[in-house]
T-cell receptor, first 111, second 114 residues
């Protein structure tokens, strides 16, 4: 099925560093979601974005809905060890209203 | 926000057998969604379960392989039938969160077929 391209696929960073990841699509979406999945758990919603250009924060996390409506970005500031996990973006297809999930970014934080 | 209980949390099954996964929500919801997450992969929608009607399956998924029940507005089951090792995945149920239009997921069922 259709998937969103997410990059990077994985990253190792030092504790305290900022992290950036993005999600791109060839299709237009009308909602973007960012999730985090810890091992053995289901994905947990971090941030939801509803309109082009929107910038939303949740603590140390900031996400943006791209102007073209075909991409979204997630930034994590001052990373800590518990930020370890897999981050997924999800876009709501404009035509079907179904959510399509990205390929995931696996984040590992080195203390 | 709604709480979703999914069980079993994990199971190891013999090929050729079937496993039924249960999903219980602590509030009434119109639609429940079943996703599959293959090892190291993203989430793929299997089907949407509506109360009182047959589930709607996505391309590549069929009712004979993944029968779904939705007896009421708080409960659904997904059965993985005639399992093979390729069915080894995490299976997740989810609901739409009215507050932000996102999905809330259960903790998943990790299935290993041997």
């Amino acid at each position: 099925g259709q998937q969103l391209n997410q990059s990077p696929q994985s990253m190792f960073i030092q504790e305290g560093e900022d992290v950036s990841m993005n999600c791109t699509s060839s299709s237009i979406f009308n909602t973007w979601l960012w999730y985090k999945q810890d091992p053995g758990e289901g994905p947990v919603l971090l941030i939801a974005l509803y309109k082009a250009g929107e910038l939303t924060s949740n603590g140390r996390l900031t996400a943006q809905f791209g102007i073209t409506r075909k991409d979204s970005f997630l930034n994590i500031s001052a990373s800590i060890p518990s930020d370890v996990g897999i981050y997924f973006c999800a876009g709501q297809d404009e035509g079907t209203y179904k959510y399509i999930f990205g390929t995931g970014t696996r984040l590992k934080v080195l203390a | 926000s709604a709480v979703i209980s999914q069980k079993p949390s994990r199971d190891i099954c013999q090929r050729g057998t079937s496993l039924t996964i249960q999903c219980q929500v602590d509030s009434q919801v119109t639609m429940m969604f079943w996703y599959r997450q293959q090892p190291g992969q993203s989430l793929t929608l299997i089907a949407t379960a509506n109360q009182g009607s047959e589930a709607t399956y996505e391309s590549g998924f069929v009712i004979d392989k993944f029968p779904i029940s939705r007896p009421n507005l708080t409960f659904s089951t997904l059965t993985v039938s005639n399992m093979s090792p390729e069915d080894s995945s995490i299976y997740l149920c989810g609901i739409r969160t009215l507050m932000n239009y996102g999905y809330t997921f259960g903790s998943g069922t990790r299935l290993t077929v041997v």
